[in-house]
């Protein structure tokens, strides 16, 4: 049973329409494998009962002509799944039960696939190693007490441990593709407005995107082919005219011009990262690629932008959760009094944190001087990509300044924490997509991921570059099952 | 600029957050830590420069104004945390 969990997505899908396969069999070997892999915590619902029933059914009269056929398959626990508990990692929505499906997630199903539970995030999204979960920490399938990056933690955990053949995360700040960059996979934030964000719990709604996790760039591309599409639902979600991302990848990437920018080799990176991120110069260059050193001067004030617009638009989204409607609910003397106690009791520490950031940034007075300020600075970092993008197609940096790190290491200090997202940070803030590959191992040998970021609606392309890096460098994940006694 | 044990309490009362006396002390050195992070931003002349209000510069889109979802009230209802099956119930508000 266990060499059906080693499979990709694309090889399961064939083996299924080939017949080698039943949906039930592959569904049940998932199970089985999860069941075993508790300690990982990468779940906060299971939903496997339900989830052998909807395989069987479809082995009953299978629609072999779907994209996922009969895959099951666990997503994000930020994604409302009708009648399935969502919590987005929260006390706050521990009780919640959506009466609607989210339109990403009805894209998964209406191809195919089953749903086989709800994967461990930080809390509303907010953190980079999943410690802020309420529902506890993720363990990372490459080593013991190590995290598993954030906030798509359990989405990255179980797909690099094979409870799932792939997942759906979503990136605010780099939530896909550092996770991915930790635990060897591969993880894509599409382009803003790719993907519909309805039904998505909200953390900053202009920098919110969800996008494909996956043991390779096939499967990412087959995923996102599924999960982009214009929706009506979503006011910014845009029409364009999408790719069949995996049926147009190709590895030849002779001629396209790839750029190093100068910025991304930060003060005190680890040697190597700087090693690695040599190693994909050569690997694009003898894809025949050309490479070309850039300049984006505003890097450095993207994360200091980003920790003003995300706590800022996450204050506002977030004041919807007042016990009323949905919701943990604390007894108060009055109103003012459960308002109070229910956000102090229901909310985490981090995200009373950011909340009050962004109210303070909002606040009479301060508006000009933070807010307004970041949303120019915004505009800087944009420009610095619209510049670039006149003389490259894709720009290659590392997708995170280190290899993951032991659970513990950075809680008690919010500024290292956001550091992990400094190289990725700044494709949400210009809205651009970008993915990020496992292309290496540190001296732990723990993996190292780098990114690569692309035009706007250009995933197409990154994908593809993504595709011929992949084949050159034949990155191996080393997952010994330490978890499974 | 350096926020204090009062910013804190105002800011905790906007966000309707309640906090006691130690987390808001911790909240005093946490913030300012982030806050010190963030006046990097200053370096920058942006007299000039027009916010960023959203990446997807697009106009929005006018829908035919009909109704979607009807009776869908149980639903609404159905996670409150209290209510008399046709209204949300909450503490008492008038005298």
Not at chain 1, 111 to 131: P, R, T, V, W
Not at chain 1, 203 to 212: H, N, V, W, Y
Not at chain 2, 40 to 53: G, H, S
Request: with cysteine; proline share 4%.
């Amino acid at each position: 049973m266990s060499e059906i969990t080693k499979q990709s997505l694309t090889e399961l899908v064939e083996s299924i329409k080939n017949k080698k396969l039943s949906s039930s069999e592959v569904t049940n070997a998932f199970i089985e494998r999860s069941e075993k892999s508790k300690v990982l915590n990468a779940f906060i619902t299971e939903d496997f009962t339900s989830a052998l029933d909807k395989a069987k059914k479809f082995d009953q009269k299978p629609n072999l002509d779907l994209k996922l056929p009969g895959i099951p398959m666990a997503v994000k626990d930020l994604f409302c799944t009708k009648n399935v508990k969502t919590t987005a990692g929260s006390k706050i929505l521990n009780n919640f039960v959506p009466t609607y499906e989210s339109t990403v997630t009805e894209n998964i199903w209406s191809e195919g696939a089953i749903l086989l539970g709800k994967l461990n995030c930080d809390e509303f999204a907010m953190g980079s190693s999943n410690e802020t979960s309420f529902f506890g920490n993720v363990q990372n399938p490459i080593d013991k007490n190590l995290v598993p990056g954030g906030s798509s933690g359990g989405s990255a955990s179980a797909v690099a441990g094979q409870l799932t053949p792939i997942t759906i995360g979503t990136d605010t700040g780099g939530s896909i593709r550092q996770p991915a960059s930790f635990t060897g996979t591969v993880g894509l934030k599409p382009t803003y407005g790719s993907c519909s964000r309805y039904g998505i719990v909200a953390f900053a709604s202009s920098l919110d995107q969800a996008g494909p996790m996956a043991q390779n760039v096939k499967d990412c591309a087959l995923l996102q082919e599924v999960i982009s599409s214009f929706d009506a639902k979503d006011s910014t979600s845009i029409d364009f005219k999408r790719s069949h991302y995996s049926k147009d990848l190709t590895n030849n990437i002779k001629g396209k011009k790839i750029g190093i920018p100068k910025e991304y080799r930060v003060d005190g990176m680890p040697k190597e990262i700087e090693d690695l991120w040599q190693k994909g110069i050569e690997y694009v260059r003898d894809c025949g690629a050309e490479i070309i050193n850039i300049s984006l001067p505003h890097t450095s004030y993207a994360l200091p932008t980003y920790y003003i617009v995300a706590p800022a638009e996450a204050s506002s989204n977030l004041a919807r959760y007042d016990g009323v409607k949905y919701g943990y609910r604390a007894n108060g003397e009055n109103l003012i009094d459960m308002y109070e106690k229910t956000r102090s009791e229901g909310f985490g520490a981090e995200v009373q944190r950011r909340i009050m950031i962004g109210t303070y940034v909002l606040s009479s007075g301060y508006y000009d001087a933070y807010y307004l300020k970041a949303q120019k600075v915004r505009r800087l970092i944009k420009n610095d990509f619209d510049e670039a993008y006149k003389k490259v197609d894709a720009i290659l940096t590392p997708s995170t300044p280190s290899s993951a790190f032991k659970i513990g290491e950075k809680t008690n200090d919010p500024v290292s924490m956001y550091l992990n997202d400094i190289f990725t940070v700044p494709v949400n803030l210009a809205g651009l997509p970008g993915i990020s590959i496992p292309a290496g191992h540190d001296a732990k040998g723990y993996p190292l991921g780098l990114q690569i970021i692309g035009k706007a609606f250009d995933e197409q392309n990154i994908l593809n570059i993504a595709f011929a890096m992949e084949e050159k460098i034949n990155f191996k994940n080393k997952i010994t099952d330490w978890w499974i006694k | 600029m350096s926020i204090n044990l009062k910013t804190i309490k105002h800011i905790s009362k906007l966000s309707r957050i309640s906090v006691d006396e130690q987390r808001a002390k911790k909240l005093v050195g946490d913030l300012n830590s982030i806050f010190d992070f963030i006046e990097k931003l200053n370096e920058l002349k942006i007299e000039n420069v027009k916010p960023l209000t959203s990446i997807a510069e697009t106009t929005l889109k006018l829908r035919s104004d009909e109704v979607q979802s009807k009776n869908i009230r149980e639903q609404i209802i159905k996670n409150s945390p209290q209510d008399n099956e046709d209204y949300f119930v909450v503490p008492k508000v008038i005298e």
